[in-house]
């Protein structure tokens, strides 16, 4: 048989084995993008957060009014998430043309350029997974409305006779 003579000075390596510099590097870049990412999301829900409070502070008679007519906590709710989701919404409307526009731009031109010493390439590369792009959206809008809730409970808390009072 022929595997019977094959000595033992040979010795089968993988790719990662060979190169190991290069997939820590590779390692390395995917933790930045969950790090980039989390830090965004973050970003997002706390400014969405103050959003709703400042909207539902600014809305405080118009919340004694509706209560007063006879409005459930859990309909007026829904008209400030609705509020927020819109708000959201448009700012991944806005957000994602600009950030397109962008990658196409480098993608097309490659206008920022990188120190290839120490990245290895010379421009930032740029690579369109519409699957991923459409999640990552979903998965912001999903998270913020969530966190959204929360605060949402505030509405819970006013009275009507003190909201309207103090119009």
Not at 3 to 23: A, H, T, W
Not at 91 to 113: A, E, P, Y
Not at 130 to 148: D, E, K, Q, S, V
């Amino acid at each position: 048989m022929f595997y019977k003579n094959i000595g033992y000075e040979l010795d089968s390596k993988n790719v990662r084995q060979l190169n190991p510099q290069l997939f820590d590097w590779l390692d390395l870049l995917d933790m930045n993008v969950i790090i980039i990412l989390t830090l965004m999301i973050v970003v997002a829900v706390i400014n969405m957060m103050s959003t709703l409070l400042i909207l539902i502070l600014e809305r405080t008679n118009m919340i004694g009014i509706l209560k007063s007519l006879g409005s459930g906590n859990r309909s007026i709710r829904k008209v400030f998430l609705y509020t927020a989701s819109f708000l959201v919404g448009k700012g991944l409307m806005w957000g994602n043309l600009i950030g397109l526009c962008v990658c196409l731009i480098q993608k097309h031109t490659g206008i920022i350029t990188l120190s290839q010493e120490s990245y290895y390439v010379n421009v930032v590369p740029i690579n369109f997974d519409i699957p991923f792009f459409l999640l990552l959206n979903l998965g912001t809008l999903l998270i913020c409305y969530a966190m959204l809730i929360v605060p949402s409970y505030i509405i819970t808390r006013i009275s009507p006779v003190k909201a309207i009072r103090f119009s």
